[in-house]
């Protein structure tokens, strides 16, 4: 599971390694291998993940590591059906936010 960030323009791939609990090699082996990952560069070369980039890593982290997708099976799937699959994962996303709010009442009770 990954942690959720603030919202801003920019994520640096420190603190996007961190929220996903990865390390930041393979945030930068998935930007090669994942056409949908699109960080600029600022002119030291440093990654700037934007909220759309951290959108695209959660539907390839839900992929790989919580479905144990390959990666080959993870690029297919988002190439034929990114869009059912993302309203699928933000719907799920949605749901364990609910259950997670609703634990906190039950145990506040």
Known sequence: ???ELPEKRYYGIGEVAKAFGVNTS???FWEKEFDAL???KNAK???KFTPEDIKNLK???HLVKERGFTLEGAKIHLKEEKQKT???FEIISKLEGVKEQLIKIKEQL
């Open 1 to 3: 599971m990954y942690l």
């Open 26 to 28: 393979l945030i930068r």
């Open 38 to 40: 699109k960080p600029k």
């Open 45 to 47: 070369g440093n990654r």
């Open 59 to 61: 539907l390839i982290f």
């Open 86 to 88: 993302l309203s699928n």
